[in-house]
């Protein structure tokens, strides 16, 4: 996966880091759309402990959203997830000229 990828956004500021899988790397900068199953992770805090975990899947039915946060030693879902994309979804449609992605540059 690529890191370092430029960031923006309301999850934006010190020690954050995007890392993209190839299928979402191919595309980051040319501003197209990205591919089917591009997967984008942004985390937040220091490298060895992330205080967040953002998670987007581009699926064929959209973009899937998922936010981890850190909880009893393990990382827990709290946003997003099976049955609750609005909260993620109202965000993101703020970013739909860059594929509802606010890290793209």
């Given at each position: 996966a690529d890191k370092g990828l430029p960031m923006g956004g309301p999850h934006a500021g010190p020690g954050k880091v995007v890392y993209a899988n190839p299928v979402a790397a191919?595309?980051?900068?040319?501003?197209?759309?990205?591919?089917?199953?591009?997967?984008?992770?942004k985390t937040?805090?220091?490298?060895?402990a992330p205080t967040l975990?953002?998670?987007?899947?581009?699926?064929?039915?959209?973009?899937?959203?998922?936010e981890y946060f850190p909880e009893g030693g393990k990382y827990l879902l709290?946003?997003?997830?099976?049955?609750?994309?609005?909260l993620c979804v109202g965000c993101h449609t703020r970013a739909k000229a860059k594929d509802y992605l606010f890290t793209r540059p």
């Open positions: 191919k595309d980051w900068k040319s501003g197209k759309p990205l591919a089917l199953g591009s997967i984008v992770v937040a805090g220091p490298a060895s975990l953002a998670v987007m899947e581009k699926r064929q039915s959209g973009w899937y959203y998922e709290k946003f997003g997830g099976p049955n609750n994309q609005g």
